[in-house]
Every structure is written in C-alpha cells, then in structure tokens.
C-alpha cells in the first residue's frame, strides 16, 4: 500500500489530496516538524533530505512533489488527473508544477527557511529576505493570474494535478503577507478547491 | 520546427544537449542577458517569465527544464532518454530533475541572483548569500554523490535525460566556490558527460 509522509501545512498536502482525487489505497504518517522529526535517522533513511513529502512504494521512496504528483496521475489513469497521451499537454502542466517548485515555494521559504541560504545568526540577513517575501510571493501569483491559470482549472477545463498543488501554496498567502484578494482567479480557484471532497477528506485528515 | 531560446552558460544547455541526444531537428536562438534581452518586450512574449529556457513548439511555448527534458524524451521515444513504460522509474528521474531545479539551482543562483529574494540595494544581505554558496551548493552535491548517483549515469546503466541536467550544473561548481574533486562519481560523470558528442556540439553551438 502507498504510504505518504508528510507534515501539517506543508506542500505535502498537494500530493495527499491528489491520492484522494485518484481514489488510491494508501496510509499516512505524519511528522511533527516542531519535535524535528523530518530530522531523525529513522526518517533520513526514508529521504535523505529530511523533508516532506515522501511517498513509499512497493518498488521504493519516491520525493519531490512535482514527481509524486506526475506518478500519481500515471498510476491512476481512469482519474484523469493529466494528459496522458500528449505529450505537449503533459509538458505544460509539468512546466506548471516545476515554476510552482521551484519559483513560488522558494520565494516562500525565504520567510521561515531563510537558513537555508545565509548563516543561521545572521538576523539582518534572515529579516532582509522576510521583508522581501510579499513583494516576490506577490509577483509569482501576479504572473499565476496573468499568464498561467487558465480558468475554471489551471490547464483550463479539465481538473489536473496542478489543481491540487496550486491550492496548497494558495493556502500560505495569507501567512506570507499577499492579499488574495488581488488575485480574482487564483481566489476562486482556492475557494472551488476548498469544496471539492477529496480537499475536504485531506485536509480534515491532516488536522485529526 | 522546435526553437530552443537560451543563453550561453545557463540551464539552457541541459535541454539544447537533450535535443541533440535525441536527434531532433532544431534551431536555437541566443538572448545576451548582459544586454537584458531576456526582459525585452519581444522575449516576455514568448515567455513571461524573462528566464530560459524556452522551447518553441508548433502548438506553443513550453517553459521549465525538468518540463522540457521530459517533453523531449517522450517526443522522441527512440532516443530512450527515459524509462517511459514505467511510471515509477519515470518518477524517480523525475525527482532527481526535480530537487535540481528547486534545489541545487536555486541554491546556486544565491551567488548571482539574490537580489529575487532581498532588495537589490542591500549589500550586506546579497554578501550574506553569496558567503553561504559554498556551503549549501556543497551539501546538494554531497547528497547527489552519496544517495543520488546511481552511476555510472544518474539513474544507473541507462542514459537519461537527468545526466544533462547534472552536468550543466556540475559545470557551475568551480564559480560557486565548490571543489568538484571532493564528489569523484560527479566528477567522473562531468567527464564522461564532456566526451560525448551531443555534449560537444551543443557546448560548441553555443560558444559559437
């Protein structure tokens, strides 16, 4: 049976509603990021990253939500969760997930996880990049509505594994000081995901 | 015919060696970005975002390298530059292109890019950055050559399109402060990878 790792509020979320979405069999095991537990040798075995999330297979670990995401909708194809056979189609809600991965949760990070990129006491360093983090997170979700949500979904009429992914980083605009509101499309989006059941049934899992 | 937009010594080069892996035709387009082309007016037609790559295609614009490499491998599935039959191996590659970009990329342009994350007019914060490149560009390819490289191609005996990939970003390493010699599978794989023909002509192309 799959088995996703993941902690509360992180983008783990994505691949957890996505496994809803698919109506695959699978478990959970969840991570107190306060007790560093993505930091344990028993977790490190599982990822050596120490991050979430971590999907296990039969076959081994998979990582990286963009991958997670992409097997998912390979594994379950009667969910329609991504073109399959199109490779152009395929592309484009990849190129989706890779900008969300490595553009709009990086400048996210910059607000909790500054660490990662200058030393750990250099707090006017560590401020200087929070300050910055409504001004970068805000561009990112400015060109989301611009240019790449296409409406009512991502990739236009058909919900995909982007959908879910999106709304997960949606969720931490508030945190990070951007206001929604400026965003009609990606605000709808966030509110029509928060009906869907299989965003009901995970989130509710993940706060119980 | 596919149009590959890129810039010399940028992750470009990871999907200009796939395409010449693959046998594709092409034709490439060069934007200077010590004259800012990539924020022309004419360039952010194509792609928004102001960055490369950019893969012109006869039904659009694909953007994101781990989106384009896999755009390329499925294109030209006798190229085998990667495991298309199998959605886990597939995913694996894609995870390792995955924690590339997000990752090691990111960690990476801290040296030269910080002013995305801090104001540009912050010196002490963008001299924060640049001081910890060493340190966290280190530690990507550490995990890289003890959990990651299968060798003696990434994912093992098959060629793929995360080698590419790899080696663009190995190539940074000497100007990122970080001693290629202290990863021998790394070292060994950016060499092996500068032999091969497909290597050697789209390097050429672009120092052309």
């Not at 977790?43 to 097997?71: Q, S």
Request: aromatic content about 10%.
């Amino acid at each position: 049976m799959l088995k996703l790792f993941y902690s509360p509020n992180s983008c783990a979320l994505a691949s957890h509603i996505a496994l809803q979405e698919a109506g695959a069999d699978y478990e959970t095991v969840r991570l107190d990021f306060r007790a560093n537990e993505q930091r344990k040798p028993e977790y490190l075995a599982i990822n050596p990253k120490g991050r979430v999330p971590a999907l296990a297979t039969d076959r081994g670990i998979l990582t990286e939500t963009p991958a997670i995401l992409a097997y998912i909708a390979q594994s379950f194809p009667k969910a329609r969760l991504a073109p399959l056979d199109d490779a152009f189609a395929f592309a484009r809600l990849q190129a989706f997930n890779s900008y969300l991965c490595s553009t709009v949760h990086v400048a996210h990070a910059h607000r909790l996880r500054g660490y990662r990129w200058v030393d750990a006491d250099d707090a006017a360093a560590i401020a200087a990049m929070q300050k910055k983090v409504p001004q970068s997170v805000g561009e990112c979700f400015d060109l989301i509505e611009r240019e790449m949500l296409a409406g009512p979904w991502v990739m236009g009429s058909a919900y995909a594994i982007c959908d879910p992914y999106l709304f997960t980083l949606a969720q931490w605009l508030d945190g990070d000081g951007v206001d929604i509101a400026r965003f009609p499309k990606v605000a709808d989006h966030r509110q029509r995901m928060a009906e869907r059941p299989a965003v009901r049934a995970a989130i509710a899992a993940e706060l119980g």
